[in-house]
């Protein structure tokens, strides 16, 4: 418990961090419109997709925000009001992410998920348990026998009297005027945490996201091949922060997606994204965002047009 004392000081002391980021980029942002450089700031994500640089949001569609957490994954999802957020990064991102959340106008989620018990992915989300009202708390296990993030987890929810939910793969929630459908995983995992993780899929108007976790390509296209759940979407958040074990021609030819997003820490050891992975979506002209170079980037839709916003901190 000492060791977690620690943490959550550290981590306190990176939320002021942050929240001075933050600040300092909406400022640089709002400076950034009247001077005209929105189309700089287009200029750097290039391509077909408009990026609009204000800070705030329009209230109606669809904010898909690929949070800036380093290595790790946290991504907050807001449709007409209602947010769901799926994972919160490892431990010491916590706060960050509180932070992020409140300054994006969240309150409550309607929803929040751990793909799966990796510390990446759940070290941060006892923070965000303990911060905001939660709705439905999914994970793919109730307990995972581990003294790690996930216990943190399970204890952080227990004492706010929050059960933690298994979604039925196949099972549909509405988030606002979004559709939340949980299309895997389908089989066993095995001994492969990464392959635990919950697969997530967001509807809206004729627009869709894909959330894998960490899951590797194969137990991806099982969603298809098995579950028979459709993967085809616009934006795909790259499995496994862009891991070539995760992203292939198989995978690009069943989910054929504009834009993939690889959440990921600047010069991280296991070199995410893969080189292989980027040029993949380089020849297929799939634009690529990656927030250990473009920090936090948001992907808004009216349910037919995307468009992308500069909203978080900058990590280069
Ligand atoms: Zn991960």
Redesign the pocket.
């Known amino acids: 418990m000492a060791q977690r004392r620690n943490s959550r000081a550290g981590k306190r002391r990176g939320g002021v961090l942050g929240a001075l980021g933050f600040a300092a980029l909406v400022l640089i942002v709002y400076l950034a419109e009247p001077l005209g450089l929105g189309s700089l700031l287009g200029g750097i994500f290039g391509g077909d997709v408009p990026v609009s640089a204000i800070a705030e949001l329009p209230e109606e569609g669809l904010a898909v925000s690929y949070i800036d957490v380093g290595q ?2 946290a991504t907050l999802i807001v449709c007409n009001g209602e947010a769901m957020l799926i994972d919160a990064g490892v431990p010491e991102e916590g706060q960050t992410v509180v932070d992020y959340l409140t300054a994006s106008g969240v309150d409550s989620l309607v929803y929040a998920a751990v793909t799966h018990a ?1 510390d ?2 759940c070290g941060g989300m006892d923070d965000v348990v303990d911060a905001f009202p939660i709705g439905t708390l999914f994970a793919p296990y109730t307990e995972f026998d581990s003294s790690g993030a996930f216990t943190y987890f399970e204890d952080a929810a227990a004492e706010r009297g929050l059960y933690i939910t298994v979604p039925t793969i196949g099972s549909t929630f509405t988030l606002g005027g979004a559709t939340v459908s949980f299309v895997g995983p389908v089989g066993d995992w095995g001994d492969d945490l990464n392959d635990s993780s919950l697969i997530i899929r967001v509807d809206y108007g004729s627009r869709s996201f894909l959330f894998p976790g ?1 899951a590797s390509d194969g137990t991806i296209a099982d969603c298809a091949y098995i579950g028979g759940y459709d993967l085809d979407c616009d934006v795909l958040k790259l499995g ?2 862009g891991s070539s074990t995760s992203t292939d021609e198989e995978i690009l030819d069943l989910t054929t997606p504009e834009i993939a997003v690889a959440s990921c820490g600047l010069d991280n050891s296991y070199g995410h994204p893969h080189d292989e992975v980027v040029d993949l979506l380089a020849v297929r002209g799939i634009k690529l965002l990656r927030t250990d170079l473009d920090g936090t980037v948001t992907v808004w839709t009216d349910g037919e047009e995307l468009s992308l916003y500069e909203a978080g901190e900058q990590a280069a």
């Open positions: 790790g994954d990796h990446d992915h960490d496994h922060h």
